[in-house]
Nanobody
Framework: QVQLVDSGGGLVQAGGSLKLACAAS??????????MGWFRQAPGKEREFVAT????????FYADSVKGRFTISRDNAKNTGYLQMNSLKPEDTAVYYC???????????????WGQGTQVTVSS
């Protein structure tokens, strides 16, 4: 079992930046073997894919809506993943969730463990 804790959300003005973190505990020896993804869910909308990174950090993939503005990364020695968000827009407002799983995937159902979510609010 892997427990994930999301942090780093907050209120920021449009054009600003935030860096989210996803800290793993429990069976952390396996964290480095998992792919990691970030998803988000805005009020009244379905959860959507944001970014994913493979187990080693050598491969990343982004949703078109965040490409060029967000960067996903991980530090396996610290059992922690990150999402650097720059040039934030009001439409980025959502609860952001990290997740880990065996598949490098854009699909939420391919991830086995999820964080509790962290709120990101971007004001115009």
């Amino acid at each position: 079992q892997v427990q994930l804790v999301d942090s780093g959300g907050g209120l920021v003005q449009a054009g600003g930046s935030l860096k989210l973190a996803c800290a793993a505990s429990g069976r952390t020896v396996t964290f480095s073997t998992y792919a990691m993804g970030w998803f988000r869910q805005a009020p009244g909308k379905e959860r959507e894919f944001v970014a994913t990174i493979n187990w080693s950090g050598s491969i990343t993939f982004y949703a078109d809506s965040v490409k060029g503005r967000f960067t996903i990364s991980r530090d396996n020695a610290k059992n922690t993943g990150y999402l650097q968000m720059n040039s934030l827009k009001p439409e980025d407002t959502a609860v952001y969730y990290c997740a880990v799983g065996n598949s490098f995937s854009t699909r939420a159902n391919n991830y086995d463990y999820w964080g509790q979510g962290t709120q990101v609010t971007v004001s115009s």
